[in-house]
């Protein structure tokens, strides 16, 4: 199922410069600023609604890549992303990610995990499964999504969403 916000954002061929910082709450990690604010930059009178739908979508992605690249500075690399919730079926999303970590992301073939897990959980504790790996094996790769864009070009992306960011944060 193509959801609208997937079909709307891959209308336009990027966002046009758009990006969406969605601190409507402040930014948690690795910003911890409580005093953030939500903020759309870069508009133009030629931006349209479905630019500002993929800077959306992409703000996901910008969130989450911030996010890993703080964990990776601390604890070392990663080699792949293993996703999964509502998000994650979205096409768009995913490659976006990939492209801006620079890794695979790998969605499940169960995307509802934390259910699962309960689940999981509840027949381990009565005997249906005798220990986590067995469980473990139980988790299987629906899609990777390998990055096709070059690290220059991310990396130029991550520096436009940090400018963005501290835009948020401006008091």
Not at 48 to 63: K, V
Not at 90 to 107: E, S, T, W, Y
């Amino acid at each position: 199922m193509l959801f609208r916000s997937q079909a709307l954002a891959e209308s336009v061929p990027d966002a046009g410069g758009v990006l969406l910082v969605p601190a409507f709450t402040g930014l948690g990690a690795p910003y911890w600023d409580a005093q953030a604010r939500g903020c759309i930059v870069g508009l133009t009178r030629g931006s349209t609604l479905a630019h500002i739908a993929r800077a959306a979508l992409e703000s996901i992605a910008f969130q989450s890549a911030a996010l890993l690249q703080a964990m990776v500075r601390d604890a070392g690399t990663v080699s792949e992303l293993r996703v999964d919730g509502g998000a994650c079926v979205n096409d768009l999303l995913m490659q976006f990610q990939a492209d801006l970590l620079g890794i695979p992301v790998v969605r499940p073939r169960v995307t509802e995990t934390t259910a699962l897990g309960a689940a999981y959980l509840a027949g381990l504790a009565v005997g249906v499964w005798p220990d986590l790996d067995t469980l473990a094996a139980q988790w299987q790769a629906e899609r990777r999504f390998l990055p096709t864009l070059a690290p220059e070009r991310a990396q130029e992306r991550m520096a436009q969403w940090e400018h963005a960011v501290r835009q948020a944060t401006l008091r």
